[in-house]
């Protein structure tokens, strides 16, 4: 069976233009859907946050509202609590990528304060692309290939990618607040952008970089990401 790294936000907020606070974190989804088809398919999954630090679930995540249903959001909560993979993460500058079969990376805004400047995660990132092995980054997550930049150039330029878009955080009322956004900064660093409808599934698989634009596409990414383990 293969062995997982999730590397995960350690914010608990995301810092807006005007320099408020917005209340933030991993998003359930992202993480939960992932992870279950992953665990009940017979892999171990571990945990890596910059500094080790316990990871946030963003509230707004287990809410019915947001979740799908409030049987969704009891669903989400149960996955959260029995992962006792996220009550303890590794440093992720301790994480080898030589002891992992794929990496992945959940959303949520997290990503977007932390892992798009964090230098361990942006070294990994570069490494498992070099790597072959399955990468696999979803909704805001490709945020952190931003910190993979050397000498003003990544080694995602010419991937095609999709991820979180403008027209998406327009929607939920932050474009405007944000300081930047994901879908613009992924353009600027040189990969070919790729959407779908917002809210709606959607991935693209380049080489062995998998993405997914949204929450809703976290559980299809883990299915493609299944079909190459297995």
Same mark, same amino acid.
């Given at each position: 069976?293969?062995?997982?790294? %999730?590397?995960?936000?350690?914010?608990?907020?995301?810092? !807006?233009?005007?320099?408020?606070?917005?209340?933030?974190?991993?998003?359930?989804?992202?993480?939960? #859907?992932?992870?279950?088809?992953? *665990?009940?398919?017979?892999?171990?999954?571990?945990?890596?946050?910059?500094?080790?630090?316990? &990871?946030? *679930?963003?509230?707004?995540?287990?809410? &019915?509202?947001?979740?799908?249903?409030?049987?969704? =959001? !009891?669903?989400?909560?149960?996955?959260?609590?029995?992962?006792?993979?996220?009550?303890?993460?590794?440093?992720?500058?301790? #994480?080898?990528?030589?002891?992992?079969?794929?990496?992945?990376?959940?959303?949520?805004?997290?990503?977007?304060?932390?892992?798009?400047?964090?230098?361990?995660?942006?070294?990994?990132?570069?490494?498992?692309?070099?790597?072959?092995?399955?990468? #696999?980054?979803?909704?805001?997550?490709?945020?952190?290939? !931003?910190?993979?930049r050397h000498k003003g150039v990544s080694? %995602?330029?010419?991937?095609? *990618?999709?991820?979180?878009? /403008?027209?998406?955080? =327009?929607?939920?009322?932050?474009?405007?607040?944000?300081?930047?956004?994901?879908?613009?900064?992924? *353009?600027?660093?040189?990969?070919? %952008?790729?959407?779908?409808?917002?809210?709606? &599934?959607?991935?693209?698989?380049?080489? /062995?970089?998998?993405?997914?634009? /949204? &929450?809703?596409? #976290?559980?299809? !990414?883990?299915?493609?990401?299944?079909?190459?383990? /297995?």
């Open positions: 069976m293969a062995k997982i790294l %999730f590397v995960m936000t350690g914010a608990s907020y995301w810092t !807006l233009k005007d320099g408020t606070r917005h209340p933030t974190g991993y998003w359930a989804e992202e993480f939960a #859907a992932p992870y279950s088809a992953l *665990v009940r398919a017979g892999h171990e999954v571990v945990v890596a946050t910059p500094g080790g630090v316990v &990871p946030h *679930v963003d509230v707004m995540s287990l809410r &019915p509202t947001m979740a799908g249903s409030e049987q969704i =959001a !009891l669903e989400l909560e149960g996955i959260l609590r029995s992962a006792d993979e996220l009550r303890a993460p590794i440093d992720l500058a301790d #994480a080898r990528l030589e002891d992992y079969d794929a990496v992945y990376y959940p959303g949520g805004h997290g990503p977007m304060e932390d892992l798009s400047v964090d230098a361990a995660s942006g070294r990994l990132l570069t490494e498992a692309l070099d790597s072959g092995k399955p990468l #696999a980054v979803v909704c805001h997550a490709p945020a952190a290939m !931003l910190a993979t080694p %995602f330029v010419g991937y095609r *990618v999709t991820a979180y878009t /403008n027209d998406e955080e =327009a929607a939920v009322g932050l474009a405007d607040k944000a300081r930047w956004l994901l879908e613009d900064e992924l *353009v600027d660093l040189g990969v070919e %952008f790729s959407r779908g409808e917002i809210w709606k &599934p959607y991935t693209v698989v380049d080489r /062995n970089l998998y993405t997914g634009q /949204n &929450p809703a596409s #976290a559980g299809p !990414l883990a299915q493609q990401l299944l079909a190459v383990l /297995n």
